[in-house]
């Protein structure tokens, strides 16, 4: 008797995917917690994936699309470049563990390669080589994924901390600064006590990396120029 396809579609999976993902993370991700989800059997999502590895293929690209469909400029290379790094960020971080998904897949879907392609269009017109304008995309994007990433990672730590020790990881990481000298971590520890770790994952912090990048190509440019 002929297997008849499950009575399901591409985008519930892909709808419950990121559920999942925001409820347990990628580490504890899998093709039965899934189908569980679902109401299936886990064979059944093999009508539609090849693999898990294909399905994260496809969760890469459909946040490959939504940057896309969000990123809206026609300024000079700084300012497109800009923008791009401002749209990647806010779109991977409303997608859960979308970041590491990014990480995990080759560009073998057409979104992620379009994406591709609209990162290199912005520098086109600058002076750069050929090698130099595929450098400059991967510096900005990979900025942008480990910016996010260590965010999305430094709330699961804190969140952790507390739950273990049931004290902040402020609090601990005082104790432990306390007990150090002057010579090991003087300086650190004014930093802390004024907060200025406090800085890790806002805006202003992503703006001045942002920056940071940004004027160093334009420095890469000027010396193509002269």
């Known amino acids: 008797m002929k297997r008849q396809q499950p009575q399901i579609s591409e985008d519930k999976i892909l709808e419950a995917s990121w559920e999942l993902l925001g409820e347990e993370g990628i580490e504890k991700f899998s093709m039965r917690r ?12 093999y009508w ?5 590895q294909d399905l994260y293929q496809r969760l890469a690209n459909q ?18 470049l800009a923008v791009l790094a401002v749209t990647v960020r806010n779109v991977l971080r ?12 080759l560009p073998h879907e057409p979104d992620i390669i379009r994406f591709t392609n609209r ?13 130099q304008k595929m450098q400059v995309v991967t510096t900005l994007v990979n900025y942008v994924f480990y910016f996010v990433l260590d965010d999305y990672q430094h709330e699961r730590n804190v969140s952790a901390i507390s739950k273990e020790k049931g004290a902040l990881p402020g609090e601990e990481m005082i104790r432990l600064l306390d007990s150090m000298s ?3 971590s003087g300086l650190f520890r004014r930093m802390f006590r004024n907060g200025l770790f406090d800085l890790m994952g806002t805006d202003v912090a992503f703006e001045f990396g942002l920056k940071l990048i940004l004027l160093g190509i334009e420095q890469v440019i000027k010396e193509r120029e002269m």
Do not use: N
């Not at 899934?34 to 999502?45: C, F, K, T, V, Y």
């Not at 539609?48 to 898990?52: I, L, T, V």
């Not at 409303?94 to 897949?105: D, H, K, N, V, W």
């Open 119 to 131: 990162m290199l269009l912005c520098v086109e017109s600058t002076a750069l080589e050929q090698e």
């Open 48 to 52: 539609y994936f090849k693999s898990k």
């Open 34 to 45: 899934l189908a569980d989800r679902l109401g299936i059997q886990a064979p059944s999502l």
């Open 94 to 105: 409303r997608y859960p563990c979308s970041t590491q998904l990014m990480m995990m897949t």
């Open 182 to 184: 002057e010579t090991e």
């Open 63 to 80: 946040v490959s699309k939504m940057i896309l469909e969000e990123f809206h400029s026609e300024g000079d290379w700084k300012e497109q």
